[in-house]
């Protein structure tokens, strides 16, 4: 994937970010991390890791080593298809998914996702378009994720887009919540600043 390739080079000691293992084991299902016996068994049974920049093996030994901007950084977490291959391999029970999981709540929060790259930004218009209205719009959200990634294949999407509309199987109107959206709101804020509860 042009473009997402990591510039590699030899990093001192210094470099790192020493906290970033312990910020990676204190989410959800990434607490195991240092149980990785580095044995591959998780990139080997990858169905997509031929497309990753760094392999599951890699990710989880370069977190454990603090390579916090690299790991953030690769397209891995982003490719990653929640199969739960790896999770159920390892021999050490390490539940990778949740870690791919884990690290993409990072990315997100730091903003260190590949730009242009579609899934990030889906995430963060779903979010927010939940958040603004209590309803998801399909329509709506993959107009502005493709707006924000690549304009131009908006061209190409117009027919199916068109057809789509016609069998109404999208809408461009967002349904109305009937309930009480300052709840929602309240509850979602809560939990974009108390990032443990996610
Ligand atoms: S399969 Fe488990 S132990 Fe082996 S490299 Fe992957 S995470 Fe580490
Ligand atoms: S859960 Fe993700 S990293 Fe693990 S095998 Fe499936 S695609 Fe690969």
């Known amino acids: 994937m042009p473009g997402l390739q ?3 080079r030899v990093k001192y000691q210094e470099e790192l970010d020493a906290d970033f293992p312990r910020r990676v084991a204190d ?3 990434a607490a195991d991390l240092n149980r990785c016996i580095q044995c591959g068994t998780c990139s080997a049974t990858c169905p997509v890791s031929s497309f990753m920049d760094l ?3 890699r990710v989880v030994a370069m977190t454990r080593a603090g390579f916090k901007e690299e790991v953030l950084r690769s397209n891995t977490i982003w490719l990653c298809a929640s199969c739960y291959s790896c999770t159920v ?3 050490k029970g390490i539940k990778i998914t949740d870690v791919m999981y884990a690290l993409k709540r990072l990315a997100i929060q730091e903003r260190a996702y590949p730009r242009h790259f579609p899934t990030p930004v889906l995430a963060r218009e779903f979010f927010h378009k939940v958040r603004q209205t209590g ?3 399909e329509g709506q959200i993959a107009t502005v994720m493709i707006l924000k990634t690549n304009p131009l294949k908006l061209l190409r999407q117009i027919p ?3 057809k789509l509309l016609v069998k109404g199987r999208m809408s461009l109107w967002t ?3 009937s309930g009480n959206k300052r709840q929602l709101q309240d509850l979602l804020d809560y939990m974009d600043t108390h990032k443990e509860l996610r």
């Open 6 to 8: 990591i510039q590699r």
């Open 27 to 29: 989410m959800p299902g």
């Open 55 to 57: 392999t599951p093996r």
């Open 89 to 91: 391999e390892c021999p």
């Open 135 to 137: 309803r998801s719009n």
């Open 160 to 162: 199916l887009g068109l």
């Open 175 to 177: 349904e109305k919540m």
